[in-house]
């Protein structure tokens, strides 16, 4: 079975810019959630998506949005984008939503120069 | 408000010994702790979780010790190996309301040949 894919690896974009990052979860996985990860704040939640729909929101601002398809992919998007939005963004798919046991992607490094 | 933090940020073992993790929460309604590892380049890979009302839970060379009068939760990994070089996280999960993953920092572990 594969594990959860993130594309892209690697993005570098420019301030004011905005970037969309893509997330396939583990085949029959429902719940997908996001994470910013960063030296300085460690790793933090963005969103939860289950069956379409925004579960639970973190405390970033609204430049951060998300999606979740039909068939469980998500997206994550981040407009206007400032030079603090460097970080590694991670993705993880849980089988049910009230699992426990979350698997996560290798990441999208974002790089905001 | 909610926070899972780490007492040592780095840890540097023997390959053999035992190495023990740390990790401090607040949250006192948190229902499941976990441990994840992340290696250099990779997501977070669940260790063990432990549920709020237990104190002890073993796998394979890990134990994970929960006390909850002092709030604190820890990670045994026993002989230690090179392969256990990583970043360990702690985590926390309220499985009756949010559910997000609250992060400790991390501790870099390494272990020396």
């Known amino acids: 079975k594969a594990g959860v894919t993130q594309t892209p690896r690697y993005l570098i974009k420019t301030r004011g810019q905005q970037v969309t990052l893509s997330c396939s979860p583990i085949?029959?996985?429902?719940?997908v959630s996001w994470y910013q990860q960063t030296p300085g704040q460690g790793l933090q939640f963005l969103f939860e998506?289950?069956?379409?729909?925004?579960?639970n929101k973190g405390n970033f601002p609204g430049r951060f949005s998300g999606r979740q398809f039909s068939n469980s992919r998500s997206e994550m998007n981040v407009s206007t984008l400032e030079l603090g939005d460097s970080a590694l963004y991670l993705c993880a798919s849980r089988e049910l939503t009230g699992a426990v046991e979350a698997f996560f992607g290798q990441g999208t490094r974002l790089t905001v120069v | 408000g909610e926070s899972v933090g780490l007492h040592l940020p780095t840890l540097s073992v023997q390959e053999g010994d035992n190495s023990i993790i740390n990790c401090a929460y607040s949250n006192s309604a948190s229902d499941y702790f976990i441990w994840y590892k992340q290696e250099s380049g990779k997501g977070p890979q669940f260790i063990i979780d432990i549920r709020s009302n237990m104190d002890k839970r073993q796998g394979q060379r890990v134990t994970v010790l929960l006390n909850k009068t002092v709030k604190h939760l820890s990670l045994q990994i026993a002989a230690t190996q090179p392969g256990d070089s990583a970043v360990y996280f702690c985590a926390e999960k309220n499985q009756g309301g949010s559910e997000k993953l609250v992060f400790g920092k991390g501790t870099k572990l390494t272990v020396n040949p």
């Open positions: 085949s029959g996985h429902r719940s």
């Open positions: 998506y289950f069956s379409e729909t925004q579960r």
